[in-house]
Every structure is written in C-alpha cells, then in structure tokens.
C-alpha cells in the first residue's frame, strides 16, 4: 500500500560551529595582509609593506592559539594556514627583499630570493608531516626544527629595519652584505636546528604574570614609538636564542636516552 511507504530522510548541511570560523577568519586577514605587502612592494613603499608583513606574523600568532583556546582546529584550517604562512613569510618577505635591494643583481638577486620563498615552502611542508609522527617525544613538541616561516620572515627583513633607521629609501649598495644573510636564513628554515616553540606554553606560573604583561606593554609600546629599532633588537635576541634552544633540546635528549636505557635494563 501506499501508505507504508516511508519518506526518504532529508539531507541538508550540517551547520559550523562558530569557534571554527573565528581562527580562519583571523587567517584569512593575514593573507590580506600579506597580499596587501606585495602589492605595496611593487609601489616601493617599503615601509608599510614591511609593517603589513609584521602585522601578519602577530595575526599568524593570534590565529593558532584561539583555534586551540576554542578547541576549533580543523585540517581545513591547518591547509589554509599553511597556505597563508606560504605567501606571509615566503614570497612576500622575498619580494620585499627583491625590490629593496637584490634586483641590482639581476638573475642572481632572484635566485636568491626565490632561494627563501621555496626554503619557507619545504619548512611548511616539513611541519606539516612531523605533526602526524607518533613517535615524537612529548618534550619534543616544545621545539620546532629549523626557524619557523614567521621568524625567518622577521630575521629576512633586518636589512630593511636598518635601512629605515638610516633612511635609506632603497638598500642597493648593500646588496653585497645582503644577499649572503638571505641564503643563511634560507639555510636556517630548512635546516634540523632545534628552536623554541611557544606553542605547548598554556600556563605561565602566578608570580611571573605581571612581569610579562609589563614586558609585553613595553615591547608594544616600543613597537609603536620606535617600530624598527624595536624589531632590530627582537631579531638580534631571537638569534641569540637559537643556541640556548639548541642546549636545551639536546640536554632533553640525552636525558630521554638516558631514561629509555633504564628502562629497558630494568626489563630486562
């Protein structure tokens, strides 16, 4: 009978959760940003491209940690990150660097710049691989290998800040100086070099709270007062980190070594 026929069910779409939307949202501004970089690169107006690059690694920072504060991280959000990551801190910073300085190299000043863009792509890949590794210690996951795409952005841009202070509307007559800086961070961004990661920091002890704010208030305030002498001394401190990380992750290795040996002793 016709009657006990019963009605296919209805498929629709299932509606997204909010706190899926916000991080992407956030990413989706820094690849603006990084776009908006380029286009005023090819304006030669360096300093706001600079700044627009700068303003893309903080939303890469904010982006990460709310998707993980909102427990809203999707792959589609790791693919779209990568992606912006890739164009932030890869080609804009490469372009940045072309046109400020290196294009009076001719072919080679191009090579070296596609020469950091590709690095940035092989870093992002890299990453992307070592996050499904099951076999990563947990200490691990306080360490990335090789500098992250932002920080080899900020370190790639240095002969800009310190061009600004100078005045110097165009670095051509430090292209000599310039060139083997980009093919060392290049070398940094691919490399196996351990480095600090903030990203598993989710408590901070009570009684440094305020200190940290402090310093965080300094820092912007500097920021804003003083942008590129500012940013000069966060790359120099950032590089003066790389060997105490570079300690710190082999002193945890030699004592998971030392850890797993016991074990297996004891087993035995």
Known sequence: MSGDHQQPPKVGFRGVPVRYLLPNLITLLALC?????????????????????????FL???????????????????????????????????LLIYFWALNSFRPMGWTICMMLAVACALRLARFNVMLDDPNKPSWAGGFFTGIPAPAGAGLAMVPLYLGFINGDTEGHR????????????AILLVSRVPTFSGKTVSRVPRDLVLPILAGAALFIVCLISFPWETLTVAAAAYLALIPVSVFRYFSYKKIDKARSASEQNADV
């Open 33 to 57: 940003s990084g776009l908006t970089a380029i286009r005023l690169a090819f304006e030669s107006r360096f300093e706001i491209a600079v700044a627009a690059v700068i303003l893309a690694i």
């Open 60 to 94: 890469d920072a904010v982006d990460g940690r709310l998707a993980r504060m909102l427990k809203g991280t999707s792959r589609f959000g790791a693919e779209l990150d990568s992606l912006a990551d890739f164009l932030n801190f890869g080609v804009a910073p490469a």
């Open 174 to 185: 430090f292209a000599g100086f310039i060139a083997p800086l980009i093919v060392a961070i």
